[in-house]
């Protein structure tokens, strides 16, 4: 098996069975993790749209030596998820209050 052809098995079925764990009971889970998961989605459905659309191109129109194809079409599934997840932790907003150690806020 290729590697292509493991990352395109991962990306089917592996990736959204983590997904669908990681949703599961979403709004009791921390902000961290809401995060992963609506970014690990979000870039999963860009990613699967992505590799959807580029193996609808006719095999005619691509030569024998783009990589391009093999990148978006096998490895899309895994990467689109991997990127939205660290794009959503790296935009992310902080809900956290902004004190010092911990205290929470003042009233006043």
Not at 7 to 32: D, E, N, W
Not at 47 to 58: D, F, K, N, Y
Not at 64 to 82: A, I, K, Q, S
Request: hydrophobic letters at 50%.
């Amino acid at each position: 098996m290729s590697s292509g052809t493991f990352a395109l098995l991962v990306g089917l079925f592996v990736i959204p069975v983590g997904l669908l764990a990681l949703g599961h009971r979403l709004r009791r889970r921390p902000p961290v993790q809401r995060a992963i998961f609506w970014g690990g989605l979000i870039g999963y459905l860009v990613g699967s749209l992505t590799a959807t659309w580029v193996g609808m191109v006719p095999a005619a129109e691509w030569a024998g030596t783009d990589t391009v194809r093999g990148l978006l079409g096998y490895w899309g599934l895994v990467l689109g998820p991997v990127a939205g997840a660290v794009a959503a932790l790296a935009f992310r907003k902080d809900g956290h209050s902004r004190s010092v150690h911990g205290r929470g806020k003042t009233r006043g």
